[in-house]
């Protein structure tokens, strides 16, 4: 069974420049997740679809990012302008649904904005 | 204070030692709850899923959670150089926000030969 599926793996951009990540979830899972990691913590959600809805976006920035799930499969995440506290690790996780919510990760994005 | 505190370590043991790692949480609501170890530059990697209270084990894993402490553990027996990793606490709660994790900013560990 291939794992979820993020690109590009590395982005490195000038701030104000905006910034489009994608993600393909593992076959057959309903729910995706976008996390933000910091350096040296844990991930944070920022938005939770269950199939091409939005269920939970209250952690997202909605001044600067923006996220969709078209069809209800893949989901692009992107920021737009980027700024310089941006920089980290995003990564996407997949559910089959959410009651069984075991989160399988991508292995990430890491993003450096100068 | 967050909600998941876990103490980053970095924690340094030899190849066949007991590791413990464990977490605190505030939240009562916390119902499942799970390890994640995370190597450099990848993904978590979900290592063990617990529901309410009690202990799992898995090969040389085992976890353990006390709801009356609010405290989550994991043991690491025979501990393998190949185990030097960051692990992550992460929980959730039940309700409309069933399926956000909190995690913990993570236990870095080292198993030197």
């Known amino acids: 069974e291939a794992g979820v599926v993020q690109s590009p793996r590395y982005k490195i951009i000038e701030k104000k420049q905006p910034v489009a990540f994608w993600c393909n979830p593992i076959s057959g899972h309903n729910t995706l997740y976008w996390y933000l990691q910091n350096l040296g913590q844990g991930p944070e959600l920022l938005i939770r679809y269950e199939n091409e809805e939005a269920v939970d976006d209250s952690q997202l920035p909605k001044d600067r990012f923006s996220a969709e799930r078209l069809k209800g499969v893949d989901s692009t995440l992107k920021i737009q302008p980027a700024e310089l506290g941006d920089s980290a690790v995003y990564l996407c996780a997949s559910s089959r649904d959410q009651i069984n919510n075991e989160q399988f990760f991508g292995p990430g994005t890491r993003l450096t904005v100068l | ?113």
């Open chain 2, 1 to 113: 204070q967050k909600e998941v505190e876990q103490d980053p370590g970095p924690l340094s043991v030899p190849e066949g030692a007991i590791v413990s790692l464990n977490c605190t949480y505030s939240n009562s609501a916390f119902q499942y709850f799970m390890w994640y170890r995370q190597y450099s530059r990848k993904g978590p990697e979900l290592l063990m899923y617990t529901y309410s209270s009690g202990n799992k084990e898995d090969g040389r894993f085992t976890a353990q959670v006390d709801k009356s402490s609010k405290y989550i553990s994991l043991f690491i027996r025979d501990s393998q150089p190949s185990d030097s990793a960051t692990y992550l606490c992460a929980m959730s709660d039940r309700g409309s926000t069933l399926g956000r994790l909190y995690f913990g900013r993570g236990t870095q560990l080292t198993v030197w030969p």
